[in-house]
């Protein structure tokens, strides 16, 4: 098990930033690729950013490519999710997961761990 624990979310105009966090309990958060992933109301579950072990390769949704910033300190057991230039359509609860294996890392079947969410609320 690896208890994931998110944090930083809350309520923003648009066009302001927010940083999200992660920590992982246990001292293996190293071994896992982390992700991020949303999910609005009434949609689906959708990936949002991955980064590996070691920080060494990122990913990213297109719609988020050049506004959020994923990065992981694994001294600290922690993710983060720096989100720029926010829009009323980024509104939604943000979920971190971990995952133990390589693979697709925008395929939500694939994590093994999931946090409980952090609200995003974007106003216009």
């Known amino acids: 098990q690896v208890p994931l624990v998110e944090s930083g979310g809350g309520l923003v105009q648009a066009g302001g930033s927010l940083r999200l966090s992660c920590a992982a309990s246990g001292r293996t958060f190293s071994n896992y690729a982390m992700g991020w992933f949303r999910q609005a109301p009434g949609k689906g579950r959708e990936f949002v950013a991955a980064?590996?072990?070691?920080?060494?390769?990122?990913y990213y949704a297109d719609s988020m490519k050049g506004r959020f910033t994923i990065s992981r300190d694994n001294a600290k057991n922690t993710v983060y999710l720096q989100m720029n230039s926010l829009k009323p359509e980024d509104t939604a609860v943000y979920y971190c997961a971990a995952r133990i294996y390589s693979g697709t890392y925008s395929r939500l079947s694939e994590y093994d761990y999931w946090g409980q969410g952090t609200q995003v609320t974007v106003s216009s």
């Open positions: 980064i590996t072990w070691n920080g060494g390769s990122t």
